[in-house]
């Protein structure tokens, strides 16, 4: 919570106090948002609200799978997901000791999940493009690399081939996280 009011903050020094902004957070629709809504009220005071420092800020919330679009077209100026994109639209294959793919994962499992998430990327990234307004930042934070070894394979590279083709502003690898900002021409 603590980023979104340094960014409401920044926005409105820049902009003026009575400039008002609407944040609508997104999870599954089996999602409980009564802890959501407690914390940005006050009622749980730690850590403490942006809602509690500034006026004309508008907290909504959408139970949408962030795999349909979520919002109306070209209504989002500023998007971030933050640690998501790892999950699956769906099990795309069963795994014979673990749901996640690890070094016993047969070949064959492996290539299920790296296809299945190279498809809900390409999903996800249709999805927010629609979303965008133009000019609109969409900012991306998800797990990429542990201990130099790949979560999933391919998924850096196909990160940097996409972004070399989005126009990104900014790129960094920590080998835990993929952080990338990208403009909508």
Request: with cysteine.
């Amino acid at each position: 919570m603590a980023i979104f009011g340094e960014l409401l903050a920044t926005l409105k020094d820049h902009h003026g106090p009575n400039t008002q902004f609407q944040v609508i957070y997104e999870d599954l629709e089996m999602n409980d948002f009564n802890s959501l809504f407690k914390r940005m009220s006050g009622i749980i005071p730690d850590p403490p609200s942006y809602l509690q420092e500034m006026d004309n800020v508008y907290v909504l919330a959408s139970g949408t799978n962030f795999y349909k679009q979520c919002v109306p077209s070209n209504s989002m100026h500023f998007m971030m997901s933050m640690t998501s994109v790892h999950w699956l639209s769906r099990t795309a294959t069963t795994f014979k000791d673990s749901i996640y793919k690890d070094a016993k994962s047969s070949t064959e499992e492996t290539a299920a999940l790296n296809k299945q998430a190279e498809l809900d990327w390409e999903m996800f990234l249709l999805r927010r493009s629609r979303e965008l307004k133009r000019g609109g930042l969409l900012v991306v934070d998800s797990r990429s690399l542990e201990e130099k070894e790949q979560i999933v394979d391919g998924l850096y590279d196909d990160v940097k081939k996409r972004l070399s083709r989005m126009n990104p502003e900014i790129f960094k690898d920590d080998l835990r996280f993929i952080y990338l900002v990208i403009r909508k021409e």
